[in-house]
């Protein structure tokens, strides 16, 4: 009993550290690279959408599957275009994602007075 209650308390903290060590690789990665990956990524992606509304929606609804399509576009786009400039998109996409979640999050809790 008490090695399968520490095995459910240890496996968020393992999952963790693996996330962590896959994020430290991540940032080691050459930014051409980085974005050679997310243009592939995004590609594959879009692919996937455009053969899953090909068959008519048969999962999940045309709505979701096209945001993923949207958020395919982005990265491949982003990719693309980020191959050749020495700057990281999406590093600024994801960081101006977070503030803005940060303010709506303060915006509903009553935080920021709007």
């Not at 690789?25 to 455009?50: D, E, S």
């Not at 994801?94 to 809790?109: E, P, R, S």
């Amino acid at each position: 009993m008490f090695a399968l209650l520490g095995g459910v308390l240890l496996l968020p903290c393992l999952l963790l550290r693996d996330l962590y060590k896959l994020s430290r690789r991540w940032r080691a990665v050459p930014l051409p690279q980085k974005n050679m990956t997310r243009a592939t990524g995004g590609a594959f992606a879009l692919v996937a959408c455009l053969v899953h509304a090909a068959h008519g929606f048969p999962v999940v609804g045309w709505k979701l599957t096209a945001g993923i399509a949207a958020f395919a576009m982005l990265y491949l786009v982003a990719g693309t275009r980020g191959a050749q400039s020495s700057v990281d998109v999406m590093q600024a996409f994801w960081w101006a994602v977070l503030a803005l979640a940060g303010l709506a999050a303060l915006a509903f809790t009553g935080g920021l007075p709007l």
